[in-house]
């Protein structure tokens, strides 16, 4: 069995299955929004937003709709600068434990292959933080001079390059700037904008 990854930070998952499978493949403090109760839940929005005041959080939901609305209330609730987003790959499919499929028939965190979520961890484990903030970032202006932003089909090429990189289809424009800057820094972002300048697009009609 590998060893677990140890995380520095406070870990946000949606539920608590989510949490049981996190806890078997890295060592942090997860806590779990228990779906869409975090809403109306003022005791946790003050627990996450004391957490936030002291450290960064990372937010891991799932891939769907309802993942993104989590994430998006985590955004507004707490300092932009705090929050940390992480992704999963939209995988087709069904946990075990359900008789049917999402809404969207995507698979969970809970659902993800072991080593797929430490590689999506491996990047903030102690240790592995600090080199990557070295690097020279991805900015906004760089997302609009290569047609991902701003422009006519940018939505389409947005799309195009979170399917390259197995990211959710629903990652705005600033979601997937972060991302990247996170995962693969500006020199990888380069090479992305060769390879996908050589193929062709799926676009969709969108811009901005």
Do not use: W
Not at 51 to 64: C, E, G, I, P, S
């Amino acid at each position: 069995m590998s060893e677990k990854l140890k995380i520095p930070y406070p870990v946000i998952v949606e539920g608590k299955y989510d949490k049981i499978k996190l806890s078997g493949l890295i060592d942090a403090t997860i806590f779990i929004t228990d779906g869409f109760g975090l809403f109306k839940d003022e005791a946790k929005q003050r627990l996450f937003k004391n957490l936030a005041a002291k450290t960064k959080v990372l937010v891991l939901t799932d891939a769907d709709g309802a993942g993104l609305v989590i994430r998006n209330f985590l955004t507004s609730l707490l300092p932009k600068e705090r929050v940390v987003h992480l992704y999963i790959p939209p995988r087709p499919g069904k946990e075990k434990r359900k008789s049917a499929p999402s809404a969207e028939g995507l698979l969970g965190v809970e659902g993800l292959d072991a080593d797929l979520i430490r590689s999506i961890f491996a990047p903030f484990a102690e240790g592995a933080c600090e080199e990557k903030q070295q690097a020279k970032p991805i900015t906004k202006a760089d997302f609009y001079r290569d047609g991902f932003s701003g422009g006519p089909g940018s939505a389409g090429k947005r799309l195009a390059l979170c399917r390259r990189l197995d990211l959710p289809a629903n990652l705005s424009a600033g979601a997937l700037l972060e991302a990247l800057n996170l995962l693969y820094g500006y020199e990888a972002y380069l090479g992305l904008v060769r390879e996908l300048a050589e193929a062709p697009l799926e676009t969709d009609s969108g811009d901005l």
